[in-house]
Structure formats: structure tokens, C-alpha cells
T-cell receptor
Framework: EAQVTQNPRYLITVTGKKLTVTCSQN?????MSWYRQDPGLGLRQIYYSMNVEVTDKGDVPEGYKVSRKEKRNFPLILESPSPNQTSLYFCASSIHTGAIQETQYFGPGTRLLVL | KQEVTQIPAALSVPEGENLVLNCSFT??????LQWFRQDPGKGLTSLLLIQSSQREQTSGRLNASLDKSSGRSTLYIAASQPGDSATYLC??????????FGTGTRLKVLA
């Protein structure tokens, strides 16, 4: 089954404790992206990757890191989480060839609470 | 900078009604526009993708149109059902690999 998986689904942590949210897709997609969703603000893009070893900032990259060492995985790293990073996080992937981008497939989300 | 607006923020209709959801964007230079559905506590499910060269896309009871010159897209839902209740989001890709989402329209279809 074609899918995007995220782990963990729920996470409670404390300020400053480094954490990683994993994202994996089994569709051989070039493009992967991370979003956060907050009430009243909608989804905002954090980072995206066009292929292995190619990443770039979205609209709200501060406080986050990503890496793309393998095509299927795109982990989101919070080196020193703060309460304002409490949010619902989504990973997505899609085919992206040239100027054509196909529909994005989203993971189920990771709900993060930073105390 | 691209801004995407969805009005209304919430909509409640009786079952069987045909309805239109609106999405407006400020920069007409988009590569594509997508409509998604989000159920409470769930991820997003893609409904329709319209490339910039297209005017509309259809899938079952759903029809999405795109008018780049006016900066508008509409999602038409025919014969609405209670199972259509969800939040509907539109998102623009301006060709910079960045997606800008609207804040969504929360739809409730009453049985």
C-alpha cells in the first residue's frame, strides 16, 4: 500500500530536549516536505526536499533541521524544542519531475507538545 | 508573497445541496493548485489537482475550476452528503517548490 508514515504519532517533551520525528514514504517520490498546522494559521511549510541531499527552507524553518540521505526518508529534527513549536506536524511526498508536480500524499500527522 | 484565502471559514448545509467552496490567491503565477480534505485528527487527502494550463478537473461529485487571471479557484460539490463533512483546504504551488495553504473551510452537511 502506498503510504507516508510518521513516528511518533504523539510526543510530549520538555524545552531543550532534542527530538527527531521520522518520515518515510514507499512510493519512490522525489519531493518530500514538512508542514506544521496551527489553529488560525493553517498549514505552513517548514522545509522541503527535491531529492536526495537537496533541501531548502520553507516559510517557517527557524528552530528546525532536516536531512535527506535516502530517497525514502526525511526526518525532522528539533535540536532545542521550545513551547512555540507545540503543533501538529505533517510530512508529505509527491512525484516532482521538471515543472510538473503531482499530488502530494500526506502522513497521518505527529502531535507534539513541548512543556 | 503569495497569500491564499478561503471564505467562508465554516459552512453548514442540509444534505443534498450543491455547494461551492472558494479559494483566492494573490499571485496568479502558479504552477498548480490542489484541493485537499482533512477529517478531524487525520492527515490530508488530495481531492483534485489542477495544473496551471488546465481550467478544471472533475472527480465523481467534485469539480474544481481554476481562473488564474482573477486569482480564484472553486470546488463544487454536487448533492452533498453527511460523509462530505470535513475541512477543505486549497494550496498553491508557485513553481518554487513551496506550497502555500489557505486556512480552510470547515463544512458540515446535516442529515
Amino acid at each position: 500500500e502506498a503510504q507516508v508514515t510518521q513516528n511518533p504519532r504523539y510526543l510530549i517533551t520538555v524545552t531543550g530536549k532534542k527530538l527527531t520525528v521520522t518520515c518515510s514514504q514507499n512510493m519512490n517520490h522525489e519531493y518530500m516536505s514538512w508542514y506544521r498546522q496551527d489553529p488560525g494559521l493553517g498549514l505552513r511549510q517548514i522545509y522541503y526536499s527535491m531529492n536526495v541531499e537537496v533541501t531548502d527552507k520553507g516559510d517557517v524553518p527557524e528552530g528546525y533541521k532536516v536531512s535527506r540521505k535516502e530517497k525514502r526518508n526525511f526526518p525532522l529534527i528539533l535540536e532545542s524544542p521550545s513551547p512555540n513549536q507545540t503543533s501538529l506536524y505533517f510530512c508529505a511526498s509527491s512525484i516532482h519531475t521538471g515543472a510538473i508536480q503531482e499530488t502530494q500524499y500526506f502522513g497521518p500527522g505527529t502531535r507534539l507538545l513541548v512543556l | 508573497k503569495q497569500e491564499v484565502t478561503q471564505i467562508p471559514a465554516a459552512l453548514s448545509v442540509p444534505e443534498g445541496e450543491n455547494l461551492v467552496l472558494n479559494c483566492s490567491f494573490t499571485d496568479s503565477a502558479i504552477y498548480n493548485l490542489q484541493w485537499f480534505r482533512q477529517d478531524p485528527g487525520k492527515g490530508l487527502t488530495s481531492l483534485l489537482l489542477i495544473q496551471s494550463s488546465q481550467r478544471e478537473q472533475t472527480s465523481g461529485r467534485l469539480n474544481a475550476s481554476l481562473d488564474k487571471s482573477s486569482g480564484r479557484s472553486t470546488l463544487y460539490i454536487a448533492a452533498s452528503q453527511p460523509g462530505d463533512s470535513a475541512t477543505y483546504l486549497c494550496a498553491c504551488d508557485s513553481g518554487t517548490y513551496k506550497y502555500i495553504f489557505g486556512t480552510g473551510t470547515r463544512l458540515k452537511v446535516l442529515a
